[in-house]
């Protein structure tokens, strides 16, 4: 089978898509026939080996696992001896390492079956931004109905997943991004928008309940004047260390001698209940995954690039198509 494999860190031209022996699931395993997959910046921040700190448990000159990719939509293809949910020929989406191959073996209780009113596409789009945004919004960020949340980063993959959740729970929902994407900002339900080009939502005069902040780029100080009294704060992204350093240094500090609360979300959890959640938001059309443009395996490098330039409109997808050509540079 064909799988996109890095051997070494660095831009991602170090993309290759290999020939590899097809993978045999484990007992609580299943073997999935991977029909898309989705890109995430984790999956870049792995192939550079950045922030290098992480390489202390990824292989400090290489990569201990050479292969990428998390989000995945197929049909299940094998089942290890002890899983009892799924059968071969469902139609599965959830998370596993190494999505970016023809088959990848994912554990039971990170697969649920694919909605039925979605694509494939689709559904690979939104697991690991489900799962993120979900346990930021509800978990960190203490979302209420009735609540003035700003979601920052709006028009990205993550961001657009937490517009639409945030509105579900019955949100009034702001979201920040650029001018090109104000209409599409709306168009998935933003009650207000704010095109950053034009207009610092930090000094506006407006005060949130919850900012969510999909992208990191702002201070401490910018958050803690646009929050209201007992506002929190939920930082997912970042852009760069000192930014990091600041929010998780001196918004702890900020959360202690103040009302506001300021700090880092983390990295995502998936466990299976959540991933029930997101299927049954997507199921009932209150999360529609949104797409903005879709490549095939031999050209994950270019997707991955793109992804990098920090300009996509939602999710940018992988599509398998299983046919016998020639492994080739993933280029």
């Given at each position: 089978m064909k799988a996109v494999l890095f051997t070494k860190y660095g831009s991602p031209d170090v993309l290759q898509l290999t020939e590899v022996e097809k993978p045999t699931p484990k007992d609580n395993q299943v073997l999935v026939k991977v029909h898309a997959a989705s890109a995430n910046p984790l999956d870049w921040h792995h192939m550079r080996g950045e922030p290098f700190l992480a390489r202390i448990g990824e292989g400090l000159l290489k990569p201990k696992n050479p292969k990428l990719g998390a989000d995945i939509a197929g049909r299940v293809e094998a089942v290890g001896r002890n899983v009892t949910e799924f059968q071969p020929g469902?139609?599965?989406?959830?998370?596993?390492?190494?999505?970016?191959?023809?088959?990848?073996?994912?554990?039971?209780?990170?697969?649920?079956?694919?909605?039925?009113?979605?694509?494939?596409?689709?559904?690979?789009?939104?697991?690991?931004?489900?799962?993120?945004?979900?346990?930021?919004?509800?978990?960190?960020?203490?979302?209420?109905?009735?609540?003035?949340?700003?979601?920052?980063?709006?028009?990205?993959?993550?961001?657009?997943?937490?517009?639409?959740?945030?509105k579900s729970f019955g949100a009034e929902v702001t979201g920040v991004c650029s001018t090109r994407n104000l209409d599409m900002v709306r168009s998935i339900g933003a009650d207000h928008v704010v095109d950053y080009t034009r207009e610092d939502f930090t000094r506006n005069g407006q005060q949130y309940d919850l900012i969510y902040d999909a992208v990191g780029n702002r201070s401490v100080f910018d958050y803690r004047r646009a929050l209201s009294l007992q506002g929190i704060c939920v930082i997912a992204g970042f852009t760069s260390f000192s930014r990091l350093f600041e929010h998780m240094l001196l918004g702890a500090l900020i959360s202690k001698v103040g009302s506001k609360q300021i700090g880092l979300q983390g990295i995502a959890t998936t466990p299976k209940e959540d991933l029930v959640v997101i299927k049954e938001l997507l199921e009932a059309g209150k999360v529609v995954p949104v797409i903005d443009k879709c490549y095939p395996i031999s050209e994950t490098a270019e997707a991955i690039r793109y992804l990098e330039e920090g300009h996509a409109r939602g999710k940018v997808v992988i599509t398998v198509e299983h046919s016998t050509s020639t492994p080739q540079a993933a280029k």
């Open positions: 469902d139609e599965v989406f959830g998370v596993c390492a190494g999505g970016f191959a023809e088959y990848a073996c994912a554990g039971e209780t990170k697969l649920a079956l694919k909605p039925a009113n979605l694509s494939f596409e689709a559904a690979a789009a939104s697991p690991v931004v489900g799962f993120t945004a979900l346990q930021g919004l509800r978990d960190k960020g203490q979302l209420q109905p009735g609540q003035k949340v700003l979601i920052n980063g709006a028009s990205g993959g993550v961001g657009m997943f937490a517009v639409q959740l945030a």
